[in-house]
């Protein structure tokens, strides 16, 4: 049987990230999500805040993946050109939102902050709001293209609405296990093993901590029955190369 | 003048980063230390251990960009396919590198697990080391691509060590201000400062934290006193919207 895949790409914009000023986080926290929604990332790019480098991006990325989050660039100043360049990268007009724009103007402010606000109301027509539960702004859906915030609290929030509308793949699993052992002392037998179970993906994760080199080998995939064979497999060559299994989690 | 522009591509391959395991902390680093020696990141990829992708991602990011950083994929286990990548991505052999060999075998071990380790002695023909401080095999650089592991403190020493083989750019410094203040609140005054400054970079960064929303300016730029320029600027902004600048760092 063959797994029904659903792919995702993440396209994170924002100068802050690309010059190591903010660390982003919002990678992790989208791919754990999607993964249990089932749909995979394959991709992420981080890209600056520069119009013609968005329009490209995210034009390659709906044409390569299923569904495209993108995260940053849609708050009200002037560097927020998200909006925009999806709008661009459609071929759309940008229209304004009258429910986005409510709710703006539910919290009052003078005339020039609430004209700067309002910029947040504009979608590319066609346009879908996702919804904001920390109650600002809503993000927008454009055909396979979702367009969150950047602060990670607001997207986490928008992003946690959004499960209905998407339909997901197999949902992929994971076991790991972890050992206080180098690579090379299993990399034959793991190479064996990855080769009789070509649908769960095996990786080795090689860490340094307290002084002492470990590795932790994650299996990926979504037949329980092959994770589980795996699993066995794996901790027996831990066992015949001298070291214990430790069980993560 | 106009500035002497130096960019750089940061690859990031590894399916534990895009599965949302492993938190990436390997862009900021890179992005920090690239910036002192006048390099900027204009670009980050996250891909996935398949060796299609590699090569075609690597191909693109070395024709687009002065330099092209990657981490992960070069340990010894059946994952680990980033050399032979490289090598298909420059259209040559891979060769022994005897100088990365005598290193492993310094450390001892049984017939088949320095079978395992002497992979990492594998480089593409033409290449040359980029050292590797920790004491374990090296990375290497082929023309405009530098290959370092993926563990961070082992891409770090690598990382370290190729300062004098770059040639950078002019330094983009930063000055930064946080106000407790909504963006929209003074978002037409920057705009405005933005469109009298167009060499400095002036990003709005908006946060939320203690329960109060706030703003963080950032000014970038190669420019001291266009710098010292925006940042009074910026600073009387907030003055004028009723607000404490509150300088950083």
């Known amino acids: 049987m063959t797994d029904r895949i659903v792919t995702a790409c993440v396209v994170i914009i924002g100068n802050e990230i690309l010059s190591g000023r903010t660390q982003d986080t919002n990678l992790a926290h989208i791919a754990q999500q999607l993964n249990e929604w089932g749909i995979r990332v394959q991709e992420a790019r981080v890209i600056p805040d520069e119009e013609d480098v968005i329009v490209v991006a995210v034009n390659d990325a709906r044409a390569r993946f299923d569904y495209v989050f993108t995260t940053g660039g849609i708050g009200p100043t002037h560097d927020d050109i998200t909006v925009e360049c999806i709008a661009r990268a459609f071929g759309v007009p940008m229209v304004v939102s009258d429910e986005i724009a409510q709710r703006i103007r539910r919290r009052p402010a003078p005339r020039d902050v609430m004209e700067n606000r309002l910029r947040m109301a504009r979608i590319p027509e066609g346009a879908t709001l996702v919804d904001n539960p920390t109650g600002g702004p809503q993000g927008f859906r454009i055909d396979n293209v979702f367009v969150m915030a950047g602060i990670p609290s607001v997207m986490q929030a928008m992003l946690s609405t959004v499960g209905g509308e998407i339909e997901g793949g197999d949902i992929v699993r994971s076991r790991s296990v972890t050992a206080y052992l180098g690579e090379s002392q299993i990399a034959a037998a793991l190479a064996d093993i990855q080769t009789r179970y070509p649908n769960v993906d095996l990786g080795s ?7 002492r080199y470990g590795t932790t080998l994650v299996m990926r995939g979504t037949s329980d029955t092959d ?8 901790k027996s060559t831990i066992i015949a190369a001298g070291e214990q299994p430790m069980m993560d989690e």
Request: glycine content about 6%.
């Open 227 to 234: 994770l589980s064979g795996v699993l066995e497999e794996v």
């Open 205 to 211: 994760y090689p860490f340094y901590r307290s002084e």
